[in-house]
C-alpha cells in the first residue's frame, strides 16, 4: 500500500511540475520534465521514465529498492534518460541495450556478462564492450596499468596470441581507458644512420638482425627493431627504441673494426652465376678503380676460378674486396628464364597439265622414206624403241647384249612415262617402221604443313634446336692420271626445322628477341641423271620486342607461280589443228602459303615452370591416349619406370588426375 501510496504522488508531483512549465513557457517547455521522488519504489521510478522518455525496459525480478531523485529544473528526454542511468548505477544496477533497442534493467554484477559493443556515443553510466587493438605496447604491460581503473564489476582481459585488449565497463569510464591506452600505444622507435668502413652492410645487417632476435625478452621482445642494409653507400640504417640502439651501436662500431685487415685471400660461393663468366669482368672492375688518398690506381686483384664449387677467390686489398663483394651480390641473382614457342604453317596447292604427240617414221634399206622422229621432254623415248627394234632386226641376234641393252632403256622410257599415253607401232611390208605415242597428264598436289618448334632458355642466353637430317651434299671430284685414284669431296648439310633464339626481358616483362628461324626440306636430284640434290630453304632472321604471353608474326611468304612450256616442232607446229601433233604442250601452277609465327612466355618461378610443363605434357600424353587401343599411354608407363614419383603438375606417376 506504502508503494502505491508513494507512486502516486510521485507522479503527481511529476504531472503537477509539468502543468506549470507548460503554462509558464509554453509548448517548448512541455517537452522538458522535472524530476522530484523521494523514496520511491525503482519499478515505479523505472515506470515514469519509460512513459517520459518513450524507451521500453525489462526489469529483471532481482531489481528491488527505493530511489530518491530531485531535480530544481525541468529536464528534457535525454536529460531524464542520464539522470536515470546514474540513478540506477547509484543502486547497483545498470540498464543493457538489447538488439531490439530495448533496455534490461540488471544487478551491476551480471551487466558485464551482458555488455554490448561499443557503438557511436553511449551513456555515461551504459555498460559497453570495446577492444583496444594495440600496434606498438606490449599487451600485458598496459593491461597491468589499466587494471586499477576498472569498475569493481568491470573485466579487462587480453586476447591469447594477439595483442588486443577487451573492456568491459561502463562508457564514461571506457573513455577514459581509452585515452591512456592511445598515450600508452605509441611508436617509440627512433632511426639511426651507421656508416661502415670494413663489413658489407647486407652482411652487417643480417647478424645484427640475428643478434637482437636471439636476445630479446620473451615478455617484451623487440618486434619493432629492424636493420635496413644500403649496399651502394656501405652504411645501415637502425630503426628501434632508443635504449636497444644504444646498446647496439657499440657493437655495429666494433664489428666493423674488426673486419679490418690488411687483405688476403676471400672465397666467395656463388648461388647463380658462373664463376667462370664473373671472373673477367671482376679483375677488370678491379684494374680500373680509383685509388684512394691520392695513391692513384690501386693493385689489380689475383681472382681464381674454382669450377668444382662454383666459386671465386679474391686475393686484394679490403677496400677491392668489399667493392667486389657488392657487384657479385647483385650480379649472383636467379636469372628467368623464356620458353619461345613458334608455329610455322605452309599451305601450298600444285596443278600440272601435259599433252603431247610424238611419231617415229623410218624406211627400211634402200627405201625412199626418211627417218623421222619427235621427241619431248617427259615424253616417252622413241628413239630407244626404234633402235631396239633396228638393231634386232639387222643383227639378226648375233649381238644379244646391245639388243638387250636397247630393249632395257625403252622399257625403262615407257615406264617412266607420267599420266597416261596412247599409241601404236609396226612394221610395212617394205620394212617400214612407224610408231605414234599421245601422252597427256593432269596433276593436282596439296600439302598443309604444321610445324611447332619450342625451346626454353635463360635470359640473355643463346639458345637453338634442330629437328631434321644431314644429307651428303658433293662439293668436288677429282680423278688422277688415266683415271686413276677418282675421289670426292662431300659435306654435310643440315635440313629440317631449325630455331634460334636470344631473348632478353626488359622493364614492364616487355621481351627483346633475336631470332634466326629455319626451314628447309629436300626437292629431288637436278635431273635423272645428277646425283646433285635441290633443296627448299626459308629463313627469317630478325628481332622483335613483344610482351610475355603474346603472339606475333614474325613473316611470311605468299607466292602464286605458273609456269606455260611449249614444245613444237618449227614450221608444222604453227599449222592451224594440224599443228598440235608436232607439238607438246604443259601448263603448271603453284600457289605457296607461308607464316610463322611466335609466343614468348617469362617463366620466373616454379609455378610458371610447372605449368608450362604440364600445358606440354597433357598435349602429348592427351595424343598416346587417343592413338591407344588400350588406353593406356607410354609416356605415364616410361615416367613411372624411369623417373617415379610425379611426372606434371596434377598428374600422378600412374597417370591418374
Known sequence: MSLIKNGFYGMLAVLAASMMAASTSGGVAAQEQVLNMRDADIRAFISDVSMMTGRTFIVDPRVQGKVTVVSQAPLSAAEVFDVFMSTLRVNGFTAVPTSSGTYRIVPEETA????????????GDQVVTEVFKLKYADVNTALQMIQPMINRQGRAVSSRGSDAIIVVDYASNVQRIREIIASLDKDPSVMRIVTLRNMPASQMAQAITDLVQAQGDPSNPMVNFTAVPMDGSNLIVLRGPPELLNRISPIVGELDARGASDGGTKVVYLRHAAAEELQPLLERISSLAPGTQGEGTRGRANIGVDLGTNALV????????RELADVIRQLDIPRQQVLVEAIIVEVSDTAAKQLGVQYMLAGAEGSNIPFTVTNFEGAPNLLAATGAIIADRETSGEDSDVIQSLQALAVDSLLGIPGAAIGFAGEGSDGTIFGVILNALQRDDDSNVLSTPSIMTMDNQP????????IPITTGESLGADNVNPFRTVERKEVGVKLEVKPQINEGEAIKLLIRQEVSSIIGPINELSTDLITNKREIETT??????????????????EQVTLEKIPLLGDIPVLGRLFSSEGKSRRRTNLMVFLRPTIVTNIKDLRAVTGRKFDYIRSEQLRRSDDGVSSLDQMMKEIIGGAV??????????
Do not use: K
Open 112 to 123: 558485464a556478462q551482458d555488455a554490448v559493443p561499443m557503438v557511436g556515443a553511449s551513456g
Open 314 to 321: 679474391i686475393n686484394a686489398s679490403p677496400d677491392v674486396q
Open 463 to 470: 639458345a637453338s634446336i634442330l629437328v631434321g637430317q644431314e
Open 544 to 561: 622483335v620486342m613483344v610482351d610475355n604471353g603474346e603472339i606475333i608474326v614474325l613473316g611470311g611468304l605468299i607466292e602464286d607461280d
Open 648 to 657: 606434371a603438375p596434377g598428374t600422378s606417376a600412374d597417370g591418374v588426375r
